[in-house]
């Protein structure tokens, strides 16, 4: 009987470890913002989303590539001078059959400015 209960206790203990290196193993695979990023951004507010909108139709215009805007895990600014603001940001988009992917992308704008003031300077896939 207590031979039962030693490898009961092992099979739990080795169930908790592979779930803390999985846990760290999801952590770690996040992207974090580069320095300078300190305002963290609502990723859930309409502003956000249009930001992240923009970032994948110009992506999808200037390289000819079907994808969709799906959502934004999450997005940080920084001061660009002048009103304007650079927008890191982690978000999610479906490509012409249906797959979806992770992407970092950057954007520099002026919040309530209109669209041909804003920028487009990074995209690229996450895994």
Known sequence: ???QSSSTAAAVLVAALLVAIATVAVVQAAPSPPAGYTTQEDAGSDFIRQV????????KIAYMIPMSYVTTYQCWSAPAGGGA???WMVLAATNGTGGSGQYVSTVWGIPGSESKT???LS????K
């Open 1 to 3: 009987m207590k031979k």
């Open 52 to 59: 992240g909108k923009f970032a994948v139709n110009v992506y």
């Open 85 to 87: 603001n650079y927008y």
């Open 118 to 120: 804003w920028k487009l």
């Open 123 to 126: 995209f690229n896939a996450t």
